[in-house]
């Protein structure tokens, strides 16, 4: 809805929130930036990031100034079992 460019308030009441507050702060829960952000497709958003070893596999750990955006688990082509050798 935000990138049809719809407006803060019409998302948050299409969405059954009781107003633009609580879609930003959901945004900033789940998302780690503002809805405004979001909308503007991260512009001058900076973006952090940092890989970090689990028990898993090598992580991929993206956060804003308002906290974790992305995580992902990476495979290396080392690690790749579908690539010829």
Do not use: W
Request: hydrophobic share 35%; glycine share 8%; proline share 2%.
């Amino acid at each position: 809805m935000l990138q049809q460019q719809q407006t803060l308030a019409d998302v948050s009441f299409d969405l059954g929130l009781s107003g633009t507050s609580r879609l930003h702060d959901l945004f900033i829960s789940i998302e780690g930036m503002t809805p405004g952000d979001y909308k503007n497709g991260g512009e001058n958003l900076r973006i952090n990031h940092s890989f970090a070893e689990t028990f898993l596999e090598t992580s991929l750990i993206a956060s804003t100034d308002k906290g974790i955006c992305h995580i992902s688990f990476c495979i290396t082509t080392a690690e790749r079992v579908d690539e010829p050798s």
